[in-house]
């Protein structure tokens, strides 16, 4: 597996390295190997095991800071893995490595990629590295043998604007419930006091629309905000305007601990979904999971993980409305946390996951095999 800070790195938890540290333990149960690339830099010394849940770990150095540590980690990576590695299988996450995949063939094996969202599309992108994720993407269409999607529409959006299909493979939800509620009061707030944001803090995680719906609300419950500082500076500052002018919102940054972080989703009144890029987002399935109502951006992805067991909005008067109208509502919102629960419970279940890579990869394997004997 390449393009992974690792498995369980110190820093920067991301969607990826939540589903993979689910599906690469399951993996190994089932009787395979795997090995994980991870960026040194991710992990203190003291936490860079070398075999971690029967999983090999492999740490390469990862300069280049938040710009170009990933394309520079998974690029020392995959000419490690060239000059050291007989692998069945090379799996790529992110559609940003797909040059990387194409030289990963000249391993003569087969090539898989989850691409994941639609990076040349990002707001905290410039021109340039839009057009590298843009030629990624091509690269990564011509060169794979085969993609992975984690979304139906983004199964058809791949279809419609590349010709070619991908195996689409949504991720999977944790079913848990708060065990610590404790753990929120160093936050200074209580079970069901807040409304909470869990994203990084970029234009296209709708933050800033979240905010100035949130400052019109009558609620006073508090509003937390869990995630890192943005790339771009003058979004960042606005987003803090918005908060220090409302003293009900909190910015707390970005949350390391990782059971804190469950519970101030399993604590919270409603989650706030803003993501508009992307397939199935990790943190909506884990709001899904712990039995939070959401109210999440009206796109196709958050509809088609959500359907009808959430509310939707798409400017800020929405935001303003349908907090207003939850705020007073604590049996509906209630209700709606369990319909999250159970549709979460029926479709996003990891072992279900963890079994259809395990078939893409074999089916994978198997016909290559087949079309290298012929």
């Not at 990564?140 to 279809?159: G, I, P």
């Not at 009900?248 to 469950?262: A, F, N, S, T, Y």
Request: proline share 3%.
């Amino acid at each position: 597996m390449f393009g992974l800070r690792g498995l369980h790195p110190d820093l920067e938890i991301s969607g990826f390295e939540t589903a993979f540290a689910e599906i690469a333990p399951r993996l190994v149960a089932r009787g395979h190997s795997v090995t994980i690339y991870c960026r040194a830099a991710a992990h203190t010394r003291a936490r860079r095991q070398q075999r971690a849940e029967g999983i090999r770990l492999v740490y390469v150095p990862s300069p280049g800071g938040k710009n170009f540590s990933a394309i520079i980690s998974t690029l020392l990576a995959v000419l490690h893995a060239l000059a050291s590695r007989d692998l069945d299988v090379w799996f790529f996450v992110n559609v940003g490595m797909g040059y990387h995949a194409a030289l990963a063939r000249l391993s003569g094996k087969p090539v898989v990629m989850n691409v994941d969202g639609l990076d040349w599309t990002r707001g905290k992108w410039g021109p340039i590295a839009r057009r590298y994720f843009r030629g990624a993407a091509r690269a990564a269409v011509r060169f794979c043998t085969r993609l992975v999607t984690d979304a139906e529409a983004m199964r058809r959006y791949y279809l419609e604007h590349f010709s070619t299909d991908s195996s689409m493979i949504a991720y999977g939800a944790i079913i848990e419930d708060s065990e610590h509620p404790d753990r929120i009061a160093a936050l200074g707030v209580g079970p069901g006091e807040y409304y909470l944001v869990v994203a990084r803090l970029v234009p296209e995680n709708s933050i800033a629309l979240l905010l100035e719906g949130f400052t019109r609300s009558r609620t006073s419950r508090r509003l937390v905000v869990v995630g890192g500082a943005t790339y771009q500076d003058a979004y960042h500052t606005r987003l803090r305007e918005l908060a220090d002018n409302d003293d009900r919102i909190m910015m707390v940054g970005h949350v390391h601990d990782q059971v804190l972080l469950k519970e101030l989703w399993c604590n919270c009144y409603a989650y706030l979904h803003g993501h508009s890029v992307g397939g199935t987002n990790p943190s909506l399935l884990r709001a899904m999971g712990y039995a939070r109502c959401v109210i999440a951006l009206d796109t196709v992805f958050n509809r088609e993980a959500l359907a009808d067991a959430g509310r939707y909005f798409s400017g800020s008067e929405d935001v303003t409305r349908l907090l207003d109208g939850v705020d007073a509502t604590g049996s509906a919102v209630v209700a709606m946390g369990a319909n999250a629960r159970a549709r979460a419970r029926e479709l996003y279940d990891w072992e279900h996951v963890a079994g259809q890579y395990e078939r893409l990869f074999v089916e994978t394997v198997a016909g290559d095999r087949t079309a290298y004997q012929s």
